[in-house]
Structure formats: C-alpha cells, structure tokens
Nanobody
C-alpha cells in the first residue's frame, strides 16, 4: 500500500508562482520516477513534468522554461515549482509515482488531484 500526499495549488494571478509537493510513503522498495499530469477543463490529461531516480527530467513543451521539477530522494518527495503561470495552466494537477515493491512488482500510484487556477 502506497500513499501520496500532495500539497500546494490554489488561486494565483497570471504571472504568479506556485509550488506543488508530493510525498510518497508505504511499502516502497524503490522509486523509478515521480511527476505530475494535469487535466484542464474540456481537455485530455497530459504529462506536465517527470523526474527519474537519477534526476533526469522531462517537461511538456508548454511548460518548459517556466516549471521546474525536483526531488528529495531521502524523503520520497517531488516538487513542482511553477513560475510565470498562465490562465492556460489552469487545471487539476495529479501527482504520480512509479515504484517497485520488495517482490520486484512495479506499480504506478496516484495522488489526489490538486486544483490550480490562474486568473485575475
């Protein structure tokens, strides 16, 4: 059983910043990757950012240069720093973790969605 606790999000004006965090706990042997997807109104869910155990990162083109994902491996926690936010970034953000159990089974677990609203 793995739990993801997310925090951050909320309402911010265009050009503002927010930071999301996602902490994983439970029967985790190792974590391969952590990241966020988002789903805006009337849109499909899309990958926003991901980070591997080795620190390799991947970003959606729409957020490159504005969002930064980082990770504290000791705390099994990932952070998403979001700068220069735009109304188009308004969405529910979902944290995920790709992890392996002690029996070498691999899973993806999801956190609860966090609303991010960018509006004046």
């Amino acid at each position: 059983q793995v739990q993801l606790v997310t925090s951050g999000g909320g309402l911010v004006q265009p050009g503002g910043s927010l930071i999301l965090s996602c902490a994983a706990s439970g029967s985790i042997f190792s974590i391969y990757a952590m990241g966020w997807f988002r789903q805006g109104p009337g849109k499909q869910r899309e990958l926003v950012a991901a980070i591997s155990g080795g620190g390799n990162t991947d970003y959606a083109d729409s957020v490159k240069g504005r969002f930064t994902i980082s990770r504290d491996n000791a705390k099994n926690t990932a952070y998403l720093q979001m700068n220069s936010l735009k109304p188009a970034d308004t969405a529910i953000y979902y944290c995920y973790v790709d992890w392996e159990s002690i029996t070498n089974s691999q899973y993806r677990s999801w956190g609860q969605g966090t609303q991010v609203t960018v509006s004046s």
